[in-house]
């Protein structure tokens, strides 16, 4: 039986490169030759053993150790399962890295990333960190011959980005604070940008963060403190503050309370942030604001359009830059370098893939 290299968490900052057979699709599904997985800020939480996942007794504990994880994955078809239809070996694809039952009322009604019965590549799935990996038919993404596989390795941060713009409603009257110029960040300021805000500040913390909101075209690039960007925001918003703050941090940061300080009475807040703490929020001030605070998971359909022909759509048009969010590509069996580039070189490091 022919094997594949595989990389597993087998503790926290440390993986291991094992071998393991290389599976076959049964039908219904495909099976991709791996090309590029991204490392996702939920990855990093995960490896350094601080993802909320991992506390004893979550449902989600026993998909994390020993597991085959990393969501973000293009790559070439290489087997069909039985009754595959609309896809060819020989096809460069992305994968849609969430799995919904399809049969839920949630569903139903085209809100995937609210399924009951939702499974996640990386998790309930071996996922990309891996020479081959099996996927239904319907989570294959085809891709336009305009997308190299490491762009496409990023689709899935992008389309994250875009479902916060479309929880959050966006539109041309409004003006929009982006907490975090990490690639979520990024992502949710492109989109912003493309759903039409009119003016767009975003926080970032690193000069390379700081030269890639710039050169997606946002109006106002903020420094993290809370002074200095409620400073900024006050005086180009006439002391009102933003319609719409968009959240992406997450950690052990204080953005929650940054966002609530930013936003104009009646305004709303979407984060997307993993949180590795409790996060305390005066909720007076919520009160008093009457500010809506919403979540925003994964992603789904806007209207009739599933959010990730958005997210390739944009990518096509230059109106996300993916290829400089790439700072670092490793090979596989030098996962852990990977990992710790980010967690060591964090003010030069944006996205960090593997590469086949």
Known sequence: MKKMKVAVLEKPKHMVIEERPIPEPEPGWVRLRNKACGVCGSDM???????????????????????????????????????????????????????????????????????RN???????????????????EANVLKLPDELSFEEAAILDVLVVGIHAVHIAGVCMADRVAILGAGPIGLAMAAATKRAGARVIFITAKHPIQKELARSIG????????????????????????????????????????LALQLVRRGGRIVFTGVFEENVSLNLGTVLTKEATIKASHAFGMWNLVHELDLAVE????????????????????????????KIKENTKTVKVEIVF
């Not at 998909?63 to 595959?84: M, R, W």
């Not at 409620?230 to 009102?240: F, I, M, Q, S, W």
């Not at 096509?316 to 590509?329: D, E, R, S, W, Y």
């Open 314 to 341: 944009m990518m096509v048009k230059g109106q996300f830059p993916a290829k400089q969010l790439i700072t670092n590509t490793f090979p596989l069996d030098k996962i852990n370098e990977a990992f710790n580039q």
């Open 118 to 136: 939702l499974e996640h590549y990386g998790f309930h799935h071996p996922g990309g960190f891996a020479e081959y990996t099996l996927v239904p």
């Open 218 to 257: 946002i109006d106002f690039v903020l420094e993290t403190s809370t002074e200095g960007a409620a400073e900024v925001v006050a005086k180009h918003t006439g002391d009102l503050g933003v319609d719409c703050v968009l959240e992406s941090v997450g950690y052990k940061s204080n953005t929650m309370e």
């Open 45 to 115: 939480h995960i490896y350094t053993g601080n993802h909320p996942w991992l506390q004893p007794g979550h449902p989600m504990e026993r998909f994390v150790l020993g597991n085959v994880y990393g969501h973000e994955i293009a790559g070439v078809v290489d087997a069909l399962g039985e009754g595959v239809q609309g896809i060819e070996v020989g096809n460069r694809a992305a994968v849609n890295a969430i799995v919904p039952c399809y049969r839920c009322a949630f569903c139903k009604v085209g809100l995937y990333q609210l399924c």
